[in-house]
Structure formats: structure tokens, C-alpha cells
């Protein structure tokens, strides 16, 4: 057997929107959103007279209104994010609970699905894991015989229960095939399962070399010190269980080469450009949480100013998995509106064949 020297640990740092701490909460109650009535300041206020937004000084630009003389977040969901949690819709600038005449599905009814099966784009779909005694890491059974995989994916879990973990992996593996080409050939998917492998020692070498490791861990009492080394390692954490399903897809997305689209980064070797006119970009500046992440040496050529976005809308008209994770479309791998753009599903289509 061919040892691995493979101690390429590429952690895909996603930035503060990425795991942002206004994920609105699942509220199934009916009582209101807890988001829609935060304001923010941006200005102190203003001391001197003739100074502060009444006067002009600073302009409070489109998300912020002047009152009292400060500039105030608009309030309401059309000016926050997410807009609204699961379930609701803003309409008129309020958080309304969807009723569920008129809107079949599971996104907005999860007692839908079975005890098997997933929410996925607001239809129920069983996962595509199953076992393939005697076959290879990178190996399926079909038909009796061992062939190669379209894709390997080895979870490994730090931390979660053992049911969060199997309710995790089913999730991510029922939201991803569905979005690629594997929803026609899901018996070409290979996925590897990992618990807590680190408990018996302070690293892990995950197998094979074609695989990609989505490493999900959670820093609960049960979380151990652990370095993973993989072929192409990503990391999730899981901070509750509804939102990660679609990070995992996301970092999935990485892990075939598509970039983020909440920041603009117009070099040739983009696979996933933004549409820069559609998809809501904006020119960042210093202290703007996400400005680090977005002017990134590497790939911002110099002199080019950096922008985030919230990225292109998918065939759907949510906006694109590899875009901000602030609409719910984005955020749940439940939601009607959840998926890749088409020029995104095109570049994944090209690394993932049911040949
Ligand atoms: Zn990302």
C-alpha cells in the first residue's frame, strides 16, 4: 500500500460572512423574528451643531436612514440578513409566517419527510450512502463489480453526537447529489465516514488520493484536539444543524474549484466570476469585516480594488451556493431557491460524470 505524504491541509478560511452570528434562528413559534428590529449606528452622534447627517455630513447611504441626527439601519427585513428565517417571507418589509396552503413542500412543512430521508430544495429525497464490501476508498460497487467513483467524500466528525454526525453526513450527501450530476448516477458516489477519529490520538490521515475530507466539528464537550491530513481538506463548523447541510455544499463546491462569489475577484483564473452589474457588489473598505478575506494577495491582482457581493442568482432566482450566506436561500439546502448558478452546475458538471 502506498503511503501518503500528503500533508496538504488547505482549510478553506471563509470569511466572517461565512459563519456570520446573524443567522436568524428557526422560529416556528409565529412569534417575530428576532432580527427585525435591530438597529444598528454607524455615526456617533454628533456633537457641534452644523455636524451629522441632517446637515449632510456623513451621508447616510441606501441601507441607513437619518434620525436624530445619526445614521440608523433601516429597519425591517428588506434591510437585514438573512431577510427572514425559515418559513417566512418578507413581504412588506415584515416577516411573515408562509402559510402552508399554496406553498407545499417540506421547507415549509418538515414533518413531510420520512425518517430516511432529506429536505432538498423543498422535496424529500433519501440519501444516496449506501456500502461497498470489498471495493476500494475510491471504488463503488455496481452491479456486482468494483469500478471507480465519479467523487470520494470522507466526513469526519469532532465533537457532534453520533446522530448529529449520521444526520449531518445523510443531509450533506442528499443536498450535494442533488446538485450535481451525481442525482443521476448516485450509486458512482463513494462516501467514507470517520466518528470522532481522534479520540484515541491527536491526528488523522484520511485515505486515499482523489477524496476530499469535509471535516465537521463542533467545540462541545466532546470536541478533541485534532490535525487532519488530506488530499484537499474542508472544515465546517457546525453551529447548528438546519444551515450546515448547505456549507457542506458550499465547501463542496470548493472543493471542485469554484470560488466564493461574496468577494469580486476578477482574475482570468476565476472559474466562477460574478456577474459584477447582478450580483449586488460593493467596493470594500478598511474594517469592513469582510476586507481581509476579499483583498487576499494571492489571487487580488494589484491595484485592483477589492469588492464583496453577494453573488449571481441561481436558475432558481436564490442566490448562488457560492455566494454570501446571509439569504435563506443560501443558507438552507431546504429552501425552493437553493442551488448553484448554471455556469457554476456547467464547471461542476465538467469534474463529476457518471462515466
Ligand atoms: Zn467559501
Known sequence: MRILALALLMILFCGCMEQPQEVAEN???????????ISTLQAPAPVDSGMGCEYGNPGCGDEYECRGNRCVLKQGCEFSYPRCPRGYSCENNSCIFIQDEGHPGCYYDDSLCGDREFCVNNN???????????????EVLVEGECTDASYTIHFVSNGLTSEEFDELVGNSVAAFVYHTPLVKCPEKLRVHKSFQPCREGNSFLAGGTENVTVYLYNRSETFTECSIASHHLVSISVEDMETAAATSVHELGHSLGLWDQYCYWPVPENP????????GCSLLEEGDCMFSYCSNPDRLPEGTAPHKCIGNSNYLG?????????????????????????SGYEYVAEKITCN
Open 27 to 37: 422560529n416556528q413559534s409565529g412569534t417575530s423574528p428576532h432580527r427585525e428590529n
Open 124 to 138: 424529500c429525497v433519501e440519501s444516496a450512502i449506501k456500502e461497498h464490501p470489498g471495493c476500494g476508498f475510491n
Open 272 to 279: 466562477n466570476p460574478v456577474d459584477f452589474e447582478k450580483a
Open 318 to 342: 436564490g442566490v448562488t451556493v457560492m455566494g454570501l450566506r446571509a439569504d435563506p436561500s443560501r443558507v438552507y439546502s431546504s429552501h425552493p431557491k437553493f442551488g448553484f448558478t448554471e
